[in-house]
């Protein structure tokens, strides 16, 4: 089975700086995906941004960047000029997609951002 | 186009009763997952539709069922509510099985 680690239950970072979120992973197989989501206190969880494990190329969205080790099994989230609104509990979660699988979604227990002003 | 909405937002069950949460995915979806969270869990997996049938289950017991609709809705059913069952439940819906998922805003249930 798969298991995905966040070993910073939370994180602090002041206004527009940057701050890196950790994440690990544990899996047997070769493709799947892998996820940042965002919950803010409002509770939606909000997709932030996603990698193919077949992509060697870092994904970026904006201010949002990963640093994808698939040797190491490690999926860090990089957040650029940090806005108070980047505040949130961040999870990490892995996907399979391997013919067959359970497509569901694997998370870690979070870290709670917080961004000082 | 409207996002994944789940109703109520708020239950409140006493022990012993049952309840009903619904979810409509975003429309074209076809496939709807439900969540689990809790402070001591986190997120756990329920179960998957697509199309109408289940397709995966999470490790819930019986208790915890649900079903899917022709037009996608799906509804989820705890029977014999337990303490334990306190808990925000997400549902999220993608195009296919293997899409991105959407998240719902949840529903907060309070069994007391």
């Known amino acids: ?47 932030v941004i996603r990698q193919e494990a077949y992509k060697q190329q870092n994904a970026t969205e904006n201010r949002f960047s990963v640093n994808f080790q698939k040797a190491a099994k490690s999926f860090s989230l ?27 979604l694997t998370f870690g227990k979070g870290t709670l951002l917080t961004v000082n002003p | 186009k409207a996002g994944v909405t789940q ?9 012993g009763q049952q309840v009903t949460l619904s979810c409509s995915p975003i429309s074209g979806h076809r496939s709807v997952s439900w969540y689990q969270q809790t402070p ?36 989820m059913n705890v029977s014999t509510l337990e303490l334990g069952d306190s808990a925000l439940y997400l549902c999220a819906s993608s195009l296919a099985f293997r899409s991105e998922q959407y998240f719902g805003p949840g529903t907060r249930l309070t069994v007391t």
Do not use: H
């Not at chain 1, 940042?36 to 909000?46: E, F, L, T, V």
């Not at chain 1, 990089?78 to 569901?104: E, H, T, V």
């Open chain 2, 7 to 15: 109703t109520p937002r708020y239950l409140i069950k006493t022990r």
């Open chain 2, 40 to 75: 001591g869990q986190g997120l756990q997996f329920l179960f998957e539709y697509f199309s109408e049938t289940q397709r995966n289950k999470g490790n819930f017991p019986g208790r915890f069922s649900g079903r899917q609709f022709s037009n996608s809705r799906s509804e």
């Open chain 1, 78 to 104: 990089k957040i650029s000029d940090s806005q108070l609104g980047d505040a949130a509990m961040y999870f990490c979660a892995y996907r399979s997609n391997s013919g067959g699988s359970n497509y569901k």
């Open chain 1, 1 to 47: 089975a798969q298991t995905v680690t966040q070993s910073q239950p939370e994180m602090s970072v002041q206004e527009a700086e940057t701050v890196t979120l950790s994440c690990t992973y544990d899996t047997s197989e070769s493709d799947y995906y892998l996820f940042w989501y965002k919950q803010p206190p409002s509770r939606q969880m909000i997709l």
